[in-house]
């Protein structure tokens, strides 16, 4: 945790800032987290993965998985702060919409729409560089595209798809 | 799961329906009872909210409760933590906000960490690898499929429509050709104002 290059103000305010493209319901921490710290490598791909799926495993907010990628990146400490970065923009959104509510819908209105576009690309960009690594097969291609449409036109659940996706690996290791 | 825009009063004009002697404990129990019982984010917690919120507690009116589930998609913070807070709020302001949102984010965070410590993939041997690889698998179809719900959830005339996905594609391939994201998302925003004004988030 000592020999860590990201400090607890840098894991705070990265978080913090990367909660900004969450507008409209996207989840803006993925694509920033990996371009600040997976990218660079001070985040391995396989850790990041794994505390995403750990979130999608969760119950309530999936923000849930930002404690996991807090306590890789600084230990404990690092994972108060990821918890803390993620939860300030919800504390003053939430004041500032309680009370500006009125004021506020026409502005942010106009940035839902385009942000929605936005928000995809970059979750597009997170994707990507979480698959280049990897060096998918062309059988992992498939199934990772089958879940993509199962997931826009069957609403399918994460947790399935993590919690399948487990046990297929898990078979596959056993009888391979 | 409840998509509908919220056309009875706003948050604003609303008045919590008992809000008199709600405790921080008590909203602090409640909140992470939610936190540790909802799966599948906001709009599928719906149901579960009413019964917790208006129909348990008495603390919201289903109004209140559509009113702030909308206001809580114009944040920038994931939805559920800002619904959260916004109750929070609205039953003791800033106090009550902190600790809603500490409280509903609690279970996941907690159970995250767990796993992140005990269930570390690269300290355990044996079929944690592979088990990792196609997690990871699982995980990418996963965001490609919410990158696509995205595009999809967003409803904009024809050739808005279109130079929103061009704009999505474009913010996605500078930032893999190693723009700085920020960057990208900030330029595709600016853009996007200017060119996309007509439609509306299906999402809300």
Excluded at chain 1, 58 to 66: I, R
Excluded at chain 1, 85 to 93: E, H, K, M, Y
Excluded at chain 1, 128 to 145: C, D, H, Q
Aim: net charge positive; hydrophobic share 55%; proline share 7%.
């Amino acid at each position: 945790m000592n020999d860590s290059p990201v400090g607890f103000l840098e894991i705070m305010a990265v978080i913090f800032v990367s909660s900004l493209f969450s507008v409209g319901g996207g989840n803006g921490p993925l694509a920033v987290i990996q371009d600040r710290w997976v990218n660079p490598g001070l985040l391995e791909p396989s850790l990041f993965a794994w505390a995403l799926a750990l979130g999608y495993l969760s119950p309530g907010p999936k923000a849930g998985f930002l404690s996991g990628i807090g306590y890789y990146m600084y230990g404990l400490p690092g994972a108060l702060a990821a918890i803390i970065g993620i939860i300030l923009p919800a504390l003053f959104g939430a004041a500032a919409v309680s009370y500006w509510f009125d004021r506020l819908q026409p502005v942010i209105r106009r940035i839902s729409l385009p942000a929605g576009f936005v928000i995809a690309g970059m979750i597009s960009a997170a994707a990507w560089n979480l698959a280049k690594p990897m060096a998918l097969a062309p059988a992992e291609i498939l199934v990772a595209a089958g879940i993509s449409i199962l997931i826009v036109w069957r609403n399918l659940e994460p947790a399935i798809v993590v919690i399948g996706a487990a046990i297929v690996g898990f078979v596959w290791w056993a009888t391979g | 799961m409840t998509n509908e825009p919220a056309k009875s009063p706003t948050a604003a004009e609303l008045e919590p329906a008992n809000n008199g002697h709600v405790s921080l404990v008590e909203l602090g129990v409640t909140l992470f009872r939610i936190g540790a019982t909802s799966f599948g984010g906001l709009w599928a917690g719906t149901r579960k909210l009413e019964k917790e919120l208006v129909q348990k507690k008495g603390w919201l009116t289903v109004e209140e409760q559509r009113a702030l589930m909308v206001a809580a998609t114009l944040i920038p913070a994931p939805k559920f933590l800002s619904f959260g807070g916004m109750v929070g709020f609205r039953l003791r302001k800033w106090p009550g906000s902190i600790v809603a949102l500490f409280a509903i984010l609690a279970p996941p965070a907690l159970l995250v960490l767990v796993g992140a410590i005990y269930l570390n993939p690269q300290l355990l041997g044996g079929p944690m690898p592979t088990i990792s690889r196609a997690v990871g698998v699982g995980v990418i179809g996963l965001l490609f499929g919410n990158a696509l719900h995205q595009i999809r959830s967003t409803k904009v005339p024809g050739k808005e429509r279109v130079i929103g996905i061009v704009l999505g594609v474009s913010v996605a391939s500078a930032a893999i050709m190693g723009v700085p994201l920020i960057v990208a998302a900030l330029v595709g925003l600016i853009l996007g104002v200017c060119f996309i004004r007509r439609g509306k988030d299906k999402s809300k």
